[in-house]
T-cell receptor, first 116, second 117 residues
């Protein structure tokens, strides 16, 4: 069965530190998609990235980078030089093609607190 | 593009009343819409999937008679919480999706915070 595990419930860092949020997934499907979303206190989900199972290339977008490793079923997210505005809950999600509807399975989220 | 709205953004109601939440895709036609529920400090849990013109598919453990979903058009889905009780207080988020290449891309609404007194 599909599952997403975010083992880190809460992380606190001091501003300008680098921080990595872990995401481990389980799926039997060969075609799937992985996502990261940010949920600030307002509650609205902010899309950060989508990766498909055939593209293991890592990606960098400004201070954000993602490391996708199929061998370990992980899709980790690193924020470089964190800022107070990065404080939020971050969710990793999995979507399988086999579901037909591509419904999302969310991890439990990691609450990131960046202290000034 | 790909904007999804929800109305209302928040609602407070008395126990026993019914509440309707609307989810609209503003600039695209959504083949499928999804409804999620999020309790405080918890993850988003999928409640149901709905396709335009057909009955919703509910996830295990979600009472279909309590959470009525109507997907009458390609741009509108509604969730009605019938006879709401305090334990139904939660943040309800919808998403709307359409086919993009080989994939159904989902776009999320801003959420509706329901408080049942």
């Amino acid at each position: 069965a599909q599952k997403v595990t975010q083992a880190q419930t809460e992380i606190s860092v001091v501003e300008k530190e680098d921080v990595t949020l872990d995401c481990v997934y389980e799926t039997r499907d060969t075609t799937y998609y992985l996502f990261w979303y940010k949920q600030p206190p307002s509650g609205e989900l902010v899309f950060l990235i989508r990766r498909n199972s055939f593209d293991e290339q890592n990606e960098i977008s400004g201070r954000y980078s993602w490391n996708f490793q199929k061998s370990t079923s992980s899709f980790n997210f690193t924020i470089t030089a964190s800022q107070v505005v990065d404080s939020a809950v971050y969710f990793c999600a999995l979507s399988e093609a086999a579901s037909g509807t591509y419904k999302y399975i969310f991890g439990t989220g990691t609450r990131l607190k960046v202290l000034a | 593009g790909a904007v999804v709205s929800q109305h209302p953004s928040w609602v407070i109601c008395k126990s026993g009343t019914s509440v309707k939440i609307e989810c609209r895709s503003l600039d695209f036609q959504a083949t499928t819409m999804f409804w999620y529920r999020q309790f405080p400090k918890q993850s988003l849990m999928l409640m149901a999937t709905s396709n335009e013109g057909s009955k919703a598919t509910y996830e295990q453990g979600v009472e279909k008679d309590k959470f009525l979903i109507n997907h009458a058009s390609l741009t509108l889905s509604t969730l009605t919480v019938t006879s709401a009780h305090p334990e139904d207080s939660s943040f309800y988020i919808c998403s709307a999706s359409f086919r993009r290449g080989s994939y159904n891309e989902q776009f999320f609404g801003p959420g509706t915070r329901l408080t049942v007194l």
